[in-house]
Nanobody, 116 residues
Framework: QVQLVESGGGLVQPGGSLRLSCAASGSVFSIYAMGWYRQAPGKQRELVASITSAGRTNYADSVKGRFTISRDNAKNTLFLQMNSLKLDDTAVYYC??????????WGQGTQVTVSS
């Protein structure tokens, strides 16, 4: 049974930084491309960053240059370093496979609130 547990969210001022983590268990984490998704109130969930098993990354235009996705396959952990945060980055952030998610792998997510 795969479990994805996100952590690291919080309240931050515009321009601040946060580092999110996603701990994966019950699966062969290293062979899959993974992604960070977010869902803001009233909006659809969107993919913001992804990373292949080989470490190749891709970003949504809205976060390019500000967010960095990385992974530690030895620890089955996915990271998202978020810098220069904006009000529009406020959302619940989730991890899952990318670009095709596994529906029953969604975790609880971690809330990121950017506010002055």
């Amino acid at each position: 049974q795969v479990q994805l547990v996100e952590s690291g969210g919080g309240l931050v001022q515009p321009g601040g930084s946060l580092r999110l983590s996603c701990a994966a268990s019950g699966s062969v984490f290293s062979i899959y491309a993974m992604g960070w998704y977010r869902q803001a109130p009233g909006k659809q969930r969107e993919l913001v960053a992804s990373i292949t098993s080989a470490g190749r990354t891709n970003y949504a235009d809205s976060v390019k240059g500000r967010f960095t996705i990385s992974r530690d396959n030895a620890k089955n952990t996915l990271f998202l370093q978020m810098n220069s945060l904006k009000l529009d980055d406020t959302a619940v952030y989730y991890c899952n496979r990318a670009p095709v998610v596994v529906a029953h792998h969604w975790g609880q997510g971690t809330q990121v609130t950017v506010s002055s």
